[in-house]
């Protein structure tokens, strides 16, 4: 079975300062990464996928994620965020064929600062 | 541009009433879902249909019920609701399988059940 964690259910951050938000999978095949966004009153909004190619991706709005494959890690990075980048942030795992069910973490709730 | 569509946006209703949401895509995908979201933005999958058939249920209360004329809409019904059917409720679709597995959701209903 394939699930996903992600250990900081908060994160508050300083605009333009730099974020990483974790995220940790679970799962035996080859793993598809997603990382969605949902803003206040909205639905998931896809910001990056990865299955295959550079570990680095690049998504939108300057986010990019870096799959390391040695620690089942996935975790969402931007060099400098901004006040509109306040939203939860959702990691998920997919089977990369066949398997239509994704498994999401439980959301990270990113507030930034002025 | 939103591809996914709900309504309504809101609901609020008494314990034992029927509801009913609706939920239509413009992708051409071939898979939709219903997911629950709670308070906690916890994402829970209810159910997904792929050319009209059931593929996935995670054993939800037979009070649920999806409903699909065609590939393009699939609705949900909930039979005498009760107090912990509040939720935001999320539709999305995706096209079968494999690399087209990311998820595209609408904007949700969010159900108060008094």
């Known amino acids: 079975a394939q699930s996903v964690t992600q250990p900081d259910a908060r994160v508050t951050v300083s605009e333009g300062a730099s974020l990483q938000l974790r995220c940790k999978y679970s799962?035996?095949?080859?793993?598809?990464l997603f990382w969605y966004v949902q803003y206040p009153r909205q639905g998931l909004q896809l910001l990056l996928k990865y299955y295959s190619g550079d570990p680095v991706v690049q998504g939108v709005n300057g986010f990019e994620a870096e799959f390391i494959k040695s620690n089942s890690s996935f975790h969402l990075r931007k060099a400098s965020v901004h006040w509109s980048d306040s939203a939860v942030y959702f990691c998920?795992?997919?089977?990369?064929?066949?398997?239509?069910?994704?498994?999401f973490g439980a959301g990270t709730k990113l507030t930034i600062k002025p | 541009e939103t591809a996914v569509f709900q309504t309504p946006n809101y609901h609020v209703t008494q314990v034992g009433n029927e509801v009913s949401f609706n939920c239509k895509q413009t992708l051409g995908h071939d898979t939709m879902y219903w997911y629950k979201q709670d308070s906690k933005k916890l994402l829970k999958i209810m159910f997904s249909y792929n050319n009209k058939q059931l593929i996935v249920n995670e054993t939800v209360p037979r009070r649920f019920s999806p409903q699909s004329s065609d590939k393009a809409h699939l609705n949900l019904r909930i039979k005498s609701v009760e107090p912990e059917d509040s939720a935001v409720y999320l539709c999305?679709?995706?096209?079968?399988?494999?690399?087209?597995?990311?998820?595209?959701f609408g904007p949700g209903t969010r159900l108060t059940v008094l």
């Open positions: 998920a795992v997919s089977a990369y064929y066949g398997n239509e069910k994704i498994t």
């Open positions: 799962y035996s095949g080859t793993p598809y």
């Open positions: 999305a679709s995706s096209r079968t399988g494999g690399v087209y597995a990311e998820q595209f």
